[in-house]
Nanobody
Framework: QVQLVESGGGLVQAGGSLRLSCANS????????MAWFRQAPGKEREFVAA????????YFADSVKGRFTISRDNAKNTVYLQMNSLKPEDTAVYYC?????????????????WGQGTLVTVSS
C-alpha cells in the first residue's frame, strides 16, 4: 500500500506558479497510476491530472490543460504537479491519489490511496 503526503501548497497571486509534491512513504508506487485531484469549498472533488507508471502518458482536465503539468520520479517515489498561470478558480485543497492499473479514469472512487491534501489559495 502506498502512503502519500502532499506538500507545496500556499498562497499565490493570480498569474503565479506553484509546484506541488507528493511523496510516497509506503511500498514503491512504480506500478501505480498517479493523479492529482482538487476540491474547492462546497464543491465535489474533481480530477486534475494523471500520469502513467512510466511517465509516457498523461491526461488533464480541460480546465488546467496548457497550464499544469504532471511528472513523477519513481526513484524518489515522488509525483509533482507544476501549476502555472494560476487563477482564483484554481483555489482548492489538492490531493494526490494512486490506483493500480486503472488508466484513463477521472473518478475519485477508482483511486484507492489518497494523501491528506495541501491547500492552494490564489488571490485575485
Amino acid at each position: 500500500q502506498v502512503q502519500l503526503v502532499e506538500s507545496g501548497g500556499g498562497l499565490v497571486q493570480a498569474g503565479g506558479s506553484l509546484r506541488l509534491s507528493c511523496a510516497n512513504s509506503g511500498r514503491t508506487f512504480v506500478h501505480y497510476v498517479m493523479a492529482w485531484f482538487r476540491q474547492a469549498p462546497g464543491k465535489e472533488r474533481e480530477f486534475v491530472a494523471a500520469i502513467s507508471w512510466n511517465s509516457i502518458s498523461t491526461y488533464f482536465a480541460d480546465s488546467v490543460k496548457g497550464r499544469f503539468t504532471i511528472s513523477r520520479d519513481n526513484a524518489k517515489n515522488t509525483v509533482y504537479l507544476q501549476m502555472n498561470s494560476l487563477k482564483p478558480e484554481d483555489t482548492a485543497v489538492y490531493y494526490c491519489a494512486a490506483n493500480l492499473g486503472n488508466w484513463g479514469t477521472r473518478e475519485p472512487v477508482d483511486f484507492g490511496s489518497w494523501g491528506q491534501g495541501t491547500l492552494v489559495t490564489v488571490s485575485s
